[in-house]
């Protein structure tokens, strides 16, 4: 064999290794982004692993949602659990009123379209979906007052659709409680 045709035949090695890698990396590229792409559209799609529905146009016929059965409650094991609903344009109840160093749950949803709760100083901030219930715990080390705004546009007066979180002391909030199953701060 000559040293000419030694050389081609490397050559033509060389350039078929060379090609495999290639194939193997756009293989694995192409790998990766189909795995980020199902998992993305996954995500997206899929409902989240407990999901509780609530009908927005029953909301306030029955269910946990009708208007009595909604703001904060201590619940027969002791817990304390707010429900709310969002509807263009405010939350209702307006006031929400909770107590300090206590853990209690938020319930909420919307009657109409998507809205968002935010409290503000906290980072608490949640999507009212119609047709689902939002639930998130929440906590306040302080009594005290927060605003909260609906930082989802919802229409044309989504400016103004605000409400209010009053943090209260644990014994004041006990004391509201006493003499009512469910309260809220609005006068
Ligand atoms: Cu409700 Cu924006």
């Keep these: 064999?000559?040293?000419?045709?030694?050389?081609?035949?490397?050559?033509?090695?060389?350039?078929?290794?060379?090609?495999?890698?290639?194939?193997?990396?756009?293989?694995?590229?192409?790998l990766l982004v189909g795995m980020a792409t199902f998992i993305g559209i996954h995500q997206a799609t899929m409902p989240q692993g407990r999901v509780e529905i609530?009908?927005?146009k029953t909301l306030h016929l029955s269910g946990e949602f009708v208007e009595s059965n909604l703001g904060t409650a201590v619940e027969?094991?002791?817990?304390?659990?707010?429900?709310?609903?969002?509807?263009?344009?405010?939350?209702?109840?307006q006031c929400i009123v909770v107590p300090a160093e206590t853990p209690v749950t938020l319930r909420a949803t919307?009657?109409?379209?998507?809205?968002g709760l935010l409290i503000e100083g906290t980072n608490i901030n949640t999507m009212l979906v119609p047709g689902y219930v939002?639930?998130?715990?929440?906590?306040?080390?302080?009594?005290?007052?927060?605003?909260?705004?609906?930082?989802?546009?919802?229409?044309?007066?989504?400016?103004?659709?605000?409400?209010?979180?009053?943090?209260?002391e644990k014994a004041a909030f006990s004391n509201m409680m006493a003499s009512r199953r469910r309260t809220s701060c609005v006068d």
Aim: charged share 20%; hydrophobic share 40%; proline share 5%.
């Design 1 to 30: 064999m000559s040293s000419e045709t030694d050389h081609h035949l490397g050559e033509a090695v060389a350039a078929r290794i060379e090609r495999r890698w290639a194939t193997l990396s756009i293989v694995i590229v192409g």
């Design 54 to 56: 609530a009908n927005p």
């Design 76 to 93: 027969a094991d002791g817990s304390v659990v707010v429900r709310a609903i969002g509807q263009q344009y405010s939350f209702t109840p």
């Design 110 to 115: 919307s009657a109409d379209v998507v809205h």
């Design 134 to 168: 939002s639930e998130l715990p929440i906590r306040f080390k302080k009594p005290g007052e927060h605003v909260m705004p609906c930082q989802e546009f919802c229409g044309i007066g989504h400016q103004g659709m605000w409400g209010k979180v009053k943090v209260v």
